[in-house]
Nanobody, 115 residues
Framework: QVQLVESGGGLVQPGGSLGLSCAAS????????MGWYRQAPGKERELVAL???????VYADSVKGRFTISRDNAKNTVYLQMNSLKPEDTAVYYC?????????WGQGTQVTVSS
């Protein structure tokens, strides 16, 4: 089994910055990718950013140039640095780990961008 624990959410003003982290534990060998998804009220869950095992990254168009995903393999942790935050970034952010054809989810952390 895989456990994912997210941290770092909170309330931030528009234009501000926030960092999220996701620590993985358990059976975390042969991981294909780790990433961040988000779900706003009344909307479907969507991909925010993804980092694959080789180190390549993928970003949603809406966050390109503002968000940065990174990882620390020694700590089995993936990070999401969010800059220039907008009210439309408000959502519950979920960490995801893909191993083989199975995905694992964290419990989610709330990010609210509001003045």
């Amino acid at each position: 089994q895989v456990q994912l624990v997210e941290s770092g959410g909170g309330l931030v003003q528009p234009g501000g910055s926030l960092g999220l982290s996701c620590a993985a534990s358990g059976s975390i060998v042969s991981v294909n990718a780790m990433g961040w998804y988000r779900q706003a009220p009344g909307k479907e869950r969507e991909l925010v950013a993804l980092i694959v095992s080789g180190g390549s990254t993928v970003y949603a168009d809406s966050v390109k140039g503002r968000f940065t995903i990174s990882r620390d393999n020694a700590k089995n942790t993936v990070y999401l640095q969010m800059n220039s935050l907008k009210p439309e970034d408000t959502a519950v952010y979920y960490c995801n780990l893909l191993r083989g054809n199975r995905g694992y989810w964290g419990q989610g952390t709330q990010v609210t961008v509001s003045s």
